[in-house]
């Protein structure tokens, strides 16, 4: 008797795509496009032309090739302001991480009452537009009517100041362009007229407006954490420092990533707050980051073709950063 073969399994029958979710998706990916991807294409095409104020009054522009990235490049200006825009960056971003983590710690800790007015006043603030909360942080900086000048002259003691004079003078010997005295009356002292003070309020702002993101995103985190582990965590009486670095931090880890990598990217590309207190009394050329440097370029200078060349370089610098946040959310995806 022929023994009885078994019929090959027959593959799983595809069920036909649905073209239904494109067809709802290509209203938002047009517009995108012609939002984003026309000034993109434009910026690229005029970092390889000689465009200027003629060109703005229709004399067609003049292809230059890679003329706009060297000068770009070879502008005595460019590295200074590069490296004072990084280091900026890195201050801001490691205050807003840090002080927005205790802040969600905190707001772990606070019982219902608290934690809800805690959040009113966080949502306030995030929700302060950026050159509103520059013109309130221009009226407690005010020179003569300032509350930080009326706190810091009745608060401040005279040892206090001296002793942090003479740190300054250590540091000004050994860093030359620093150049911070602090006096004993506050009253007149003018901040936006030193770049060292100048830069000390643009991340007080900065840090101030970017806690509440930071604070309410790592709360979330937090609270995502599994019961069970907190309750493992207790019974090895973990103390709070260990409990945070060995056991909620590798579970919250991709959050700080992602929240790292957009904090880079905003304090890079900061623009309205800086012009703002420039606007308000401060040094222009020595306070400019790279945004407003090239905004510079080409609006006060007229030279578009090297300001989009600075752009286009910006760009790259925004997309090599942009690709850690990529990959982490497609990560997180699988």
Known sequence: MASATSAPASKPRRQPTSKMPLILMAPAVLTFCLLSGYPIV???????????????????????GGTNYAQAITNSNFPIVFVRTFVFMVIA???????GSLVAMLMMKLNKFFR?????????????????????WGWMIDSDYGV???????VGGTKFVALLNNLFDFVHRHVHWFGLHLPTNWMGHQWLLNPVSFFAVLIVIIVWSGIPFIAFTVYAALTGIPG????????????PVRRFFL?????????????????????????????????SGGLAEQTSTLG????????ASGNIGLSSAAAVIMVILMLAISILYVRQTLNEGE
């Open 292 to 299: 407003v440097w090239i905004y510079n370029q080409g609006s």
């Open 148 to 154: 930080i000048n009326y706190s810091l002259t009745q």
């Open 247 to 279: 056991i909620e931090l590798p579970y919250v880890r991709s959050v700080f990533l992602v929240l790292i990598v957009l904090s880079v990217i905003w304090d890079l590309t900061v623009f309205t707050q800086v012009v703002a207190l420039q606007s």
């Open 93 to 99: 971003v490691t205050l807003t991480i840090v002080l």
């Open 116 to 136: 809800l007015f805690l959040s009113v006043g966080l949502l306030l603030a995030w929700a302060i537009p950026p050159l509103t909360a520059v013109i309130v």
């Open 42 to 64: 434009r910026l690229v095409v005029n970092s390889f032309q000689k465009y200027g104020r003629a060109q703005l009054m229709g004399v067609p522009p003049e292809w230059v």
């Open 228 to 239: 069970e582990v907190k309750e493992a965590a207790a019974i090895d009486q973990a103390g």
